[in-house]
Structure formats: C-alpha cells, structure tokens
C-alpha cells in the first residue's frame, strides 16, 4: 500500500507532536527532579541546624538551672574574676 502525500504529511506532523510532547514530559520531570534533590538537601541541612539548636537549648537551660543556684554563682564569680570572700587565699597558677 502506498501512502499518498496528505497522509505522509499527516503521519509527520503526528510523529513531530509526539516527540515534542515527550521532549516537554522528560524537561518537566527533569525540572521537578531537581527540586525533589533540592528539597532533600535543605531538609538534611535544616535538620543538622535543629540538632545544633537543640544542644545549644538544652545547655542554655543548663546554663540557667545553674544560675539560678547561689553556691554555684559564688564559685563561678570566684573562678571567673578572681572574687575572694574574707579569709580566702588565691593561689594564682599560671600556664
């Protein structure tokens, strides 16, 4: 059977919208493939942030726990400034 021209023309212009189609199909998903990667990196660097946040909360709250104790705030202010109560001696050692 041949096939006369109109249906030749006809059977190009089918095939060329096909693979046009299919051309814009494999770019879309490639597109949202890419933001799927994306996404995943930032939800695992946002996630490591959170961990990072949550130590620093939990010493932060620590941090105040302790602070809230006077016998430790003493010691503290003798250590860090070198305060000293009558009849202290301070013994200065330095590296």
Do not use: C, H, P
Not at 22 to 44: E, G, H, P, R
Not at 70 to 85: C, G, M, P, Q
């Amino acid at each position: 059977m041949k096939k006369t021209k109109k249906e030749k023309k006809r059977l190009f212009i089918i095939s060329s919208l096909i693979v046009i189609l299919m051309v814009m199909l494999v770019q879309s998903v490639a597109k949202d493939w890419t933001k799927i990667m994306d996404n995943n990196k930032q939800i695992k660097q946002l996630t490591e942030e959170y961990n990072e946040l949550l130590a620093e909360e939990e010493k932060l709250e620590s941090d105040v726990t302790k602070l809230q104790d006077s016998d430790y705030i003493a010691r503290y202010a003798k250590e860090k400034f070198l305060y000293s109560e009558d009849g202290d001696t301070i013994i200065r050692m330095d590296d």
